[in-house]
């Protein structure tokens, strides 16, 4: 078996458990943008004390969607690599 990205096993990936995987990503990440939303108001009448914190949690949450993305685009390719392998 082939073996990439966070795969640390040979073991196959069953496209269904792959494919929830891919839902239970898209919904964290939904959910991401959401905070991501909420604190990005935040910063529109920020209190001066917060407005460091507020950016660091800006930036700390930008890079888990960034990273959830990347991810993401790796399970659909894999989900793309298993429906060709079952053709």
Same mark, same amino acid.
């Given at each position: ?5 966070v ?7 069953? *496209? ?14 939904? *959910?991401?943008?959401?905070?991501? *939303?909420?604190? =990005?108001?935040?910063?529109? !009448?920020?209190?001066? #004390?917060?407005? #460091?914190?507020? !950016? #660091?949690?800006?930036s ?7 990273? !959830?993305?990347? =991810? ?8 793309? =690599?298993?429906?060709?392998?079952? !053709?």
């Amino acid at each position: 078996y082939k073996v990439t990205g966070v795969q640390t096993c040979a073991l196959p990936i069953s *496209y269904e458990k792959l494919l929830n995987y891919k839902n239970e990503l898209e919904n964290i990440n939904k *959910y991401n943008l959401e905070i991501l *939303y909420d604190l =990005e108001n935040k910063l529109k !009448n920020p209190n001066i #004390e917060n407005l #460091e914190t507020l !950016n #660091e949690e800006i930036s700390v949450l930008k890079r888990v969607i960034d990273d !959830n993305k990347r =991810e993401l685009e790796n399970i659909v390719q894999k989900l793309s =690599e298993l429906k060709d392998n079952e !053709n």
